[in-house]
């Protein structure tokens, strides 16, 4: 039986493997349009943890947003691009461990065309922001010809 000794001064392959990753997202992909992410890499001043589905003919979004009160969090929506801001203020004190981030943090991205942006609700609850879009019925509009 051999014995395989670990290399603890190797470099963490998986470090390099996402660093790569962020580096391919960011230059390959495209920066606006359809669902996509307008703010990559995603580092821990972007990072606001989103999720998005559909139940009936409404669009929800919920962005973890913990520590945030209502007024720490200012959402704004130009052209169907959604912008969630949240800003987390320190503890006072020394601290000894920190795992979370504190300061801005911010997410961008584009909302699907077929929502009506008039009919946007937002609700923060436990940490949690909640909005709501209800999507259009006119998906297109038929122009008469002359």
Known sequence: MDIIRKNTTAKNNW???DNFKNQLLYHF???TGGWGVQNWPLTP???IALNTYEK???LFVTADVPGCT???VTVTLDNHTLKIVATRESHEGTMHRTETY???QERSFTLPSDIDVDSCSAELTSGVLKLSFKKSSENTK???VK
């Open 102 to 104: 504190y300061g801005r």
């Open 15 to 17: 470090l390099d493997f």
């Open 142 to 144: 038929r122009i008469e």
């Open 29 to 31: 992909l495209p920066q």
């Open 70 to 72: 209502k007024d720490d």
């Open 56 to 58: 009936d003919g409404t």
């Open 45 to 47: 001043e972007s990072w």
